[in-house]
C-alpha cells in the first residue's frame, strides 16, 4: 500500500477523523494472528463489534482472541499510522530520553574541553613553537635550495653544451689543420718523386738510346742484326725483363689481392687492361668491407656493386656507414649472403631489415650492434633467419623484453650459437628467461658494460641454455658467486671477469668442481680473490690462460702507488713500524692475498704442464721464490707478466732463463739490475722484453763492451718488443747497441729517457716499425728523478694533467719520420 504521506490533506484529515488507520490495523491483526476459515465472515463480525463498542475505544487487538494476543510492550499508540505514513513523528519518549542524555552528556563533554584547554595552559608550548618553526625553516632551506639548485643545473647544463660545441671546433679546426699539414707533405713528396721518376725516366731513356746506336754501329760493321734481336727490349736494356704478375696461377693473383683494401682493389683495376681482369675474379668479392672506405664511396657505387656480385657476396661489412635506406634494401639482391655488420649504421631502421630479412635467408652471423632496432626486428629473426647462429645486439637499447620473447616465434633461434647483449640495460630478469625459451643453444654469451646483470638474471638464462661454453662479463659488478653456482649445469671452458668487487674464492672452487675441463681464466681487478683461488685451480689440467692481473685490495693499490712514489724513503724508515706493516697485519688477518704460498700449491698441480700464458701483475706479494717455481714446472710458459712485483730481484730474473718456451715477459716496475739484464739475455727465444720503470739499470748494463748489452745484442736476436722507459741513465750508445745486435727489433717504447737525444732517436725510427719516445723527467709518481736518484718526502707531489698530455704528444711512429 503507498504511503499517504504525500496524499492530499483533505484525504489525510478524513482517515484521521474516522479512524480509518485504526480500524484497518484491529482488522489486520486479527485476520494475521487468528487466520479464520472464513475471513469475509470473520471480517463482517469484527466490524460488528467494532461499531457496537465504538472508535474511540478501538484498540489494535481488539479482533485478537484473548488466549492468542502476542505478549509485547507497546511502542506507540498504533502501527498502522507508520504503515499509512500519518504519523508525524516516530520518537518514543523512551528514545527521546536516551537522545537528550547522549546531546546533554556530549554537550558537557565538549564544553568542559574547551574550558580545560583555556584554563589549563599548555607544558610544553615553548618546545612545540620551535619545533614548528624548526619544520618551517627546514622546509623553506628546502624550497631555496631546490630552486638554486634548478638555477644551477640550468646553467651547469648550458656551459657543458657551450664546452662540448666548442670542443668540437677544437677537434675540427685540429683535423682541418692536420689534414693541410699531410696534404702538404704527400704534395711536396708527390711533386719529388715525380720529378725525380721524370729525371730517371729521361736519363735511362738516353742510356738505352746511346746502347743502342752503339750496337747498331758495331753490328753494322759485322753483319746484319737479326729483326728479333734488334727489337728486343732485354738487349736494348742489357737486363732480365721485369715478372709479370699475369702470368702467375689465379690462385696465386687471388691471395695477393685478397689482402687488399676495396679502394685499393678498383685502383689495381685501374692499371692495365690484364689488372682489370684479375680483379674480376669472383672469389675477390665474396667478402666486401664497405667500412674502410665509408668516408668516400658512395650509395650508387654500393648499389651497383651489390647488384654485379649479388651471387658472389657471402660477406658484406657496413659498419659506421651513413647509407640511405634505398642502399642498405639493396642487401636483400644478395640471396646467398651468410654474413652482414651494419653495427653503427644510424640509418638502419626496421624497414630495412624486414627488406633484407625477405631476401638473405641463409644468414648465420648477423650484427646489429649500436644500432636503433625495435621489437619489430626481433620479431623478423626467428622467422626469416631460421639458421642464424652468430647475433650481436650490444648498446641496442630500442627493444624490450616483449622483443625478446618474439624470439620463440616459429622454430625460434635454437641454432643461436653466439649472442653479444653488452650495454642493454633494459633487458630485465622477465628478458633474460625469454632468451633461455628462444635460445636453448647458446654456447657463447658475452655480456660486457651492464650494471644491471645481477645473479637471477644469470639463473634465469642458465636453467634451460645449458650448453654454454664461454662467458664474458666485463663491467658487471653485482655478479657474485651465486652466478657461478646457477652455471653449474654448463661445461664452461671460458671465463672473462674484469672489475668485480663481489667474487671471492668460493667461485673458484665451484670452477674446480663443475667445469674440469676449462681452459682459460680472465679474472682482472677481482679485488676478494686470495691463494685460496689458486689452490682451487692447482688440479685442472685443460688451463691454459691463468690473467689474475690487479687483484689486490684498494688499500693494497694505495700502498702500491705510495712505494712507486718514493721507494727509497722506506728503506730509511725501515726501523719504525710504518704503515705498510699494518695493511700487511690487515691482510694476515682478512686473508693472505695472491702470493709465494698460492702459487706454490698451484704449480704443484697437473695444471703447471699445461699453461701458456699466466698474468700476475700487482700481486706484490710474489718474490724470487715463485720465479724458481715457475721455472721448474713450467715448461710450456709463452707469456709472463710480473708486472710490479717489486719483490722479485736479480737472483729470481735469473731462473726465468730456464723457461725455454718463453717468448714474451714483461718486468716493469720490479727491482731487475744489470746483473738480472745480463742473466735474461742468456734467453734464445724471447721477442718481447718489457722494463719500464726499472731505475735500477743504467748505461753499464746496457754497453757492448763488458756488461749484459753485450749478450742482449749478441743472443737475443729475435727480440721484437722491448720497452725502457722510465731507464733514466740511458744515453744514446744503448741505441747503437740494438742496431748492431736486435736487428728483427719491431716496437720499442723509451718514455722518460733524458739522456737519449732526438737526433738519435730519430734514426732509431727508421729501423723500426713503432716507437714511442719522450725525453721529459720522470713523472714525481715513478719515486725517482732524471738522475735516478729517489725523491724525498717533500718533493713527491700528485700528478699534474700536464704530465700526461706530454706524453701523448711525444709518441710517434718510425713511418711518421719518414714521411
Not at 440 to 454: A, E, F, R, S, V
Amino acid at each position: 500500500m503507498a504511503s499517504l504521506r504525500t496524499a492530499d490533506s483533505r484525504l489525510r484529515s478524513y482517515f484521521k477523523e474516522n479512524y480509518i488507520p485504526q480500524v484497518c490495523e484491529a482488522l489486520l491483526c486479527g485476520l494475521l494472528i487468528t487466520c479464520p476459515e472464513d475471513p469475509l465472515k470473520y471480517l463482517q463480525k469484527m466490524i460488528i463489534t467494532i461499531m457496537e463498542s465504538g472508535l474511540e475505544s478501538l484498540l489494535w487487538d481488539m479482533c485478537i482472541d484473548p488466549s492468542m494476543k502476542p505478549k509485547i510492550r507497546r511502542l506507540s499508540e498504533t502501527y498502522m499510522e507508520q504503515l499509512f505514513g500519518l504519523d508525524d513523528q516516530l520518537m518514543t519518549p523512551e528514545l527521546m530520553i536516551k537522545a537528550c542524555t547522549f546531546y546533554t552528556g556530549h554537550l558537557v563533554k565538549t564544553h568542559f574541553c574547551i574550558w580545560r584547554d583555556i584554563a589549563i595552559p599548555l607544558i610544553n608550548e615553548e618546545n612545540i613553537l620551535a619545533e614548528k618553526m624548526e619544520k618551517a625553516i627546514e622546509y623553506d632551506n628546502f624550497r631555496l635550495q631546490k630552486y638554486v639548485f634548478r638555477l644551477w643545473h640550468s646553467y651547469a647544463a648550458g656551459q657543458k653544451k657551450l664546452l662540448t660545441e666548442a670542443l668540437l671546433r677544437i677537434r675540427k679546426m685540429c683535423h682541418h689543420y692536420k689534414l693541410i699539414i699531410t696534404l702538404t707533405k704527400w704534395r711536396d713528396k708527390a711533386r719529388y718523386e715525380y720529378k725525380k721518376r721524370e729525371d730517371e725516366l729521361m736519363l735511362k731513356h738516353e742510356l738505352q738510346l746511346r746502347k743502342w746506336r752503339s750496337k747498331v754501329k758495331v753490328a753494322a760493321k759485322e753483319e746484319p742484326i737479326p729483326p728479333e734481336h734488334s727489337l728486343s727490349k732485354a738487349s736494348l736494356l742489357g737486363g732480365i725483363p721485369e715478372c709479370d704478375i699475369s702470368l702467375l696461377p689465379e690462385r696465386a693473383v687471388s691471395q695477393i689481392f685478397y689482402y687488399l683494401t676495396l679502394r685499393e682493389l678498383v685502383i689495381c683495376g685501374q692499371v692495365c687492361h690484364s689488372w682489370m681482369l684479375m680483379t674480376q675474379a669472383s672469389s675477390l668479392w665474396n667478402s666486401i668491407d664497405f667500412s674502410k672506405v665509408k668516408n668516400i664511396i658512395t650509395d650508387k657505387y654500393i648499389v651497383s656493386t651489390l647488384q654485379r656480385w649479388r651471387l658472389n657476396v657471402l660477406r658484406l661489412n657496413f659498419r659506421g656507414c651513413l647509407l640511405r635506406s634505398k642502399t642498405l634494401r639493396s642487401v636483400s639482391l644478395c640471396r646467398n649472403l651468410q654474413e652482414l655488420n651494419v653495427s653503427d649504421c644510424p640509418t638502419l631502421t626496421d624497414e630495412s631489415m624486414r627488406y633484407i630479412s625477405e631476401g638473405c635467408a641463409g644468414v648465420l652471423y648477423l650484427n646489429l650492434s649500436n644500432t636503433t632496432v625495435t621489437n619489430r626486428t626481433m620479431r623478423l629473426l626467428p622467422r626469416y633467419f631460421p639458421n642464424l647462429q652468430n647475433l650481436s645486439l650490444a648498446y641496442c637499447r630500442k627493444f624490450t623484453d616483449k622483443g625478446l620473447r618474439y624470439l620463440n616465434l616459429g622454430n625460434g633461434c635454437h641454432k643461436l650459437i653466439y649472442l653479444d647483449l653488452s650495454g642493454c640495460t633494459q633487458i630485465s630478469v622477465q628478458g633474460f628467461r625469454n632468451i633461455a625459451n628462444s635460445c636453448t643453444g647458446i654456447m657463447h654469451l658475452t655480456i660486457n658494460d651492464m650494471p644491471t646483470l645481477t645473479d637471477n638474471c644469470v639463473k634465469a638464462l642458465a636453467e634451460k641454455c645449458t650448453r654454454i661454453t664461454s662467458i664474458v662479463f666485463i663491467g658487471a659488478p653485482h655478479i657474485s658467486d651465486c652466478a657461478f653456482k646457477a652455471l653449474s649445469t654448463c661445461n664452461l671452458r671460458k671465463i672473462r671477469f674484469e672489475g668485480n668487487k663481489r667474487i671471492t674464492d668460493a667461485c673458484f672452487k665451484y670452477i674446480h668442481k663443475n667445469y674440469p675441463n676449462i681452459n682459460h681464466i680472465y679474472m682482472v681487478d677481482c679485488k676478494r680473490i686470495t691463494d685460496g683461488s689458486l689452490m682451487s685451480l692447482s688440479p685442472l689440467k685443460q688451463l691454459t690462460v691463468l690473467n689474475l692481473a690487479n687483484c689486490i685490495r684498494e688499500r693494497e693499490r694505495e700502498r702500491e702507488r705510495g712505494r712507486d712514489t718514493g721507494r727509497g724513503r722506506s728503506r730509511l724508515h725501515a726501523g719504525s713500524p710504518t704503515r705498510d706493516s699494518i695493511l700487511e697485519l690487515q691482510d694476515h688477518a682478512l686473508g693472505q692475498r695472491i702470493g709465494d704460498v698460492g702459487l706454490k700449491q698451484f704449480l704443484d698441480g697437473p695444471v703447471s704442464t699445461r699453461i701458456r700464458e699466466l698474468n700476475l701483475s700487482n700481486c706484490i706479494h710474489l718474490s724470487d721464490a715463485s720465479i724458481v717455481k715457475l721455472s721448474e714446472r713450467c715448461s710450456n710458459l709463452n707469456y709472463l707478466s710480473l708486472r710490479n712485483c717489486e719483490y722479485l730481484t736479480d737472483l729470481g730474473i735469473e731462473h726465468i732463463v730456464y723457461i725455454f718456451s718463453l717468448v714474451s715477459v714483461d718486468l716493469s716496475g720490479t727491482n731487475i739490475s744489470n746483473e738480472g739484464l745480463m742473466s735474461l739475455s742468456r734467453h734464445k727465444k724471447l721477442k718481447e722484453l718489457s722494463l719500464s720503470e726499472c731505475y735500477k739499470i743504467t748505461d753499464v748494463g746496457i754497453q757492448i763492451t763488458d756488461s749484459a748489452m753485450e749478450m742482449l745484442s749478441a743472443k737475443c736476436h729475435y727480440l721484437h718488443i722491448l720497452d725502457i722507459s722510465g731507464c733514466v741513465l740511458l744515453t744514446d750508445q744503448m741505441l747503437e747497441d740494438l742496431q748492431m745486435g736486435c736487428k728483427q727489433l719491431r716496437i720499442l717504447k723509451m718514455q722518460y729517457c733524458r739522456l737519449i737525444s732526438k737526433e738519435a732517436a730519430r734514426r732509431m725510427s727508421s729501423m723500426v716499425q713503432q716507437q714511442e719516445y719522450n725525453p721529459n723527467d720522470p713523472p714525481l709518481w715513478f719515486g725517482y728523478d732524471y738522475e735516478g736518484k729517489p725523491l724525498t718526502k717533500q718533493e713527491i707531489t700528485p700528478l699534474k694533467e700536464d704530465e700526461e698530455i706530454t706524453v701523448t704528444d711525444s709518441i710517434y711512429s718510425g713511418e711518421e719520420e719518414v714521411v
